[in-house]
């Protein structure tokens, strides 16, 4: 009996031990891929517009690939203006980390309530099967459109119901005190409206010319900064590492070399949105061609799973040292290598 007892004991432990192991699988297992859906708002009115957004995440899975894009289907209250779809790959913990981003725009056409999702995508796993990941749903709801005011949307109120009151009789004082019961034409609100409309102008006025100042009197760059550059630069070059990892250190090098001479942030836009953000700001086409070249390069490595010539990196490596060359021209104290 007491032989019994202790094999039981023995196979209950090692069943608890096995479902721990289990478990743990389910979950490493979950974390390598997932696709969410999210919605910039809860509630809309007709006329405005909802951005949806699509994310699906692979954390080491380096071996599998999504078949197609994220799709969803779009509501009868709804109708499309423009989507949108980039990736970022992400280096964590030696694991690499492959964010797909659909963003969606729709414009409310109709009240009414309508539930999102599931969102579907088909990905190959590192077996070779096909996988199909649904998900979550989301509610929207959506009013009626409401009149325009000089403040904005406002919505209507019903005026209150008032019990008319017997007319009273004229007055038949006159002099001075028959003055006091004149009620004035205009109310005081009136005075404080013109107020806040002339201080919103000036507001605007005053951000207009701050806005031109700063464009023709930028900022310095500290050298100290620059000098961080040019060491980060130092080390890929003496460094050996893979294509992926290598196109993923100089393109996020290029986007902080871009950010610091040109004033914008760069590193959640693509390759595209750098290039019209250039553009705006009147800069040189020859310039914007190397830029945009090196990071087309970076992005077919990463995502096309190409592979890097030796003509590619030394190029790569030229036109980093011309953007680092012309920022530091002038400045004695940084060093290049």
Same mark, same amino acid.
Request: net charge positive; charged share 20%; with cysteine.
């Given at each position: 009996?007491?032989?019994?007892i202790i094999n039981f004991k023995q196979v209950v432990f090692g069943g608890m031990i096995l479902g721990v192991i289990m478990w743990?699988?389910?979950?490493?297992?979950?974390?390598?891929?997932?696709?969410?859906?999210?919605?910039?708002?809860?509630?809309?009115?007709?006329?405005?517009?909802?951005?949806?957004?699509?994310?699906?995440?692979?954390?080491?899975?380096?071996?599998?690939?999504?078949?197609?894009?994220?799709?969803?289907?779009?509501?009868?209250?709804?109708?499309?203006?423009? $989507?949108?779809?980039?990736?970022?790959?992400?280096?964590?913990?030696?694991?690499?980390?492959?964010?797909?981003?659909?963003?969606?725009?729709?414009?409310?056409?109709?009240?009414?309530?309508?539930?999102?999702?599931?969102?579907?995508?088909?990905?190959?796993?590192?077996?070779?099967?096909?996988?199909?990941?649904?998900?979550?749903?989301?509610?929207?709801?959506?009013?009626?459109?409401?009149?325009?005011?000089?403040?904005?949307?406002?919505?209507?109120?019903?005026?209150?119901?008032? *019990?008319?009151?017997?007319?009273?009789?004229?007055?038949?004082?006159?002099?001075?005190?028959?003055?006091?019961?004149?009620?004035?034409?205009?109310?005081?609100?009136?005075?404080?409206?013109?107020?806040?409309?002339?201080?919103?102008?000036?507001?605007?006025?005053?951000?207009?010319?701050?806005?031109?100042?700063?464009?023709?009197?930028?900022?310095?760059?500290?050298?100290?900064? *620059?000098?961080?550059?040019?060491?980060?630069?130092?080390?890929?070059?003496?460094?050996?590492?893979?294509?992926?990892?290598?196109?993923?250190? *100089?393109?996020?090098?290029?986007?902080?070399?871009?950010?610091?001479?040109?004033?914008?942030?760069?590193?959640?836009?693509?390759?595209?949105?750098?290039?019209?953000?250039?553009?705006?700001?009147?800069? $040189?086409?020859?310039?914007?061609?190397?830029?945009?070249?090196?990071?087309?390069?970076?992005?077919?490595?990463l995502y096309a799973e190409g592979t890097l010539v030796t003509k590619d990196k030394q190029g790569l490596f030229d036109a980093v040292?011309?953007?680092?060359?012309?920022?530091s021209s002038g400045n004695s104290r940084i060093k290049l290598d």
């Amino acid at each position: 009996m007491k032989k019994f007892i202790i094999n039981f004991k023995q196979v209950v432990f090692g069943g608890m031990i096995l479902g721990v192991i289990m478990w743990g699988n389910v979950q490493a297992a979950r974390l390598k891929s997932g696709l969410r859906l999210l919605v910039s708002r809860p509630e809309l009115e007709v006329g405005q517009t909802l951005t949806v957004t699509l994310e699906f995440r692979q954390v080491g899975t380096s071996s599998s690939s999504a078949i197609s894009q994220p799709s969803i289907a779009t509501p009868k209250d709804f109708d499309v203006e423009f $989507s949108s779809t980039a990736t970022r790959i992400m280096m964590i913990n030696q694991n690499l980390e492959a964010i797909s981003t659909t963003r969606m725009q729709w414009k409310a056409i109709h009240p009414g309530t309508e539930i999102l999702g599931p969102a579907l995508i088909i990905y190959r796993g590192p077996h070779g099967k096909n996988r199909e990941l649904k998900s979550n749903l989301e509610t929207v709801v959506i009013h009626p459109a409401h009149p325009f005011s000089l403040f904005g949307w406002v919505h209507k109120k019903t005026p209150p119901k008032t *019990i008319a009151k017997p007319m009273a009789m004229p007055s038949t004082q006159s002099g001075p005190e028959s003055l006091k019961t004149i009620k004035p034409l205009l109310p005081l609100s009136a005075f404080w409206i013109q107020l806040i409309f002339w201080f919103l102008v000036v507001l605007v006025i005053i951000g207009f010319v701050a806005r031109l100042w700063k464009k023709k009197h930028p900022q310095s760059i500290s050298p100290s900064a *620059i000098q961080q550059l040019v060491d980060r630069f130092s080390k890929l070059k003496k460094s050996n590492l893979e294509d992926p990892a290598f196109c993923l250190e *100089i393109a996020s090098l290029i986007r902080a070399l871009v950010q610091m001479k040109y004033t914008f942030s760069t590193m959640d836009l693509t390759t595209r949105e750098i290039q019209v953000a250039l553009s705006a700001r009147n800069v $040189s086409k020859v310039e914007i061609q190397r830029i945009e070249k090196c990071l087309k390069i970076c992005d077919r490595v990463l995502y096309a799973e190409g592979t890097l010539v030796t003509k590619d990196k030394q190029g790569l490596f030229d036109a980093v040292e011309a953007l680092l060359g012309e920022m530091s021209s002038g400045n004695s104290r940084i060093k290049l290598d």
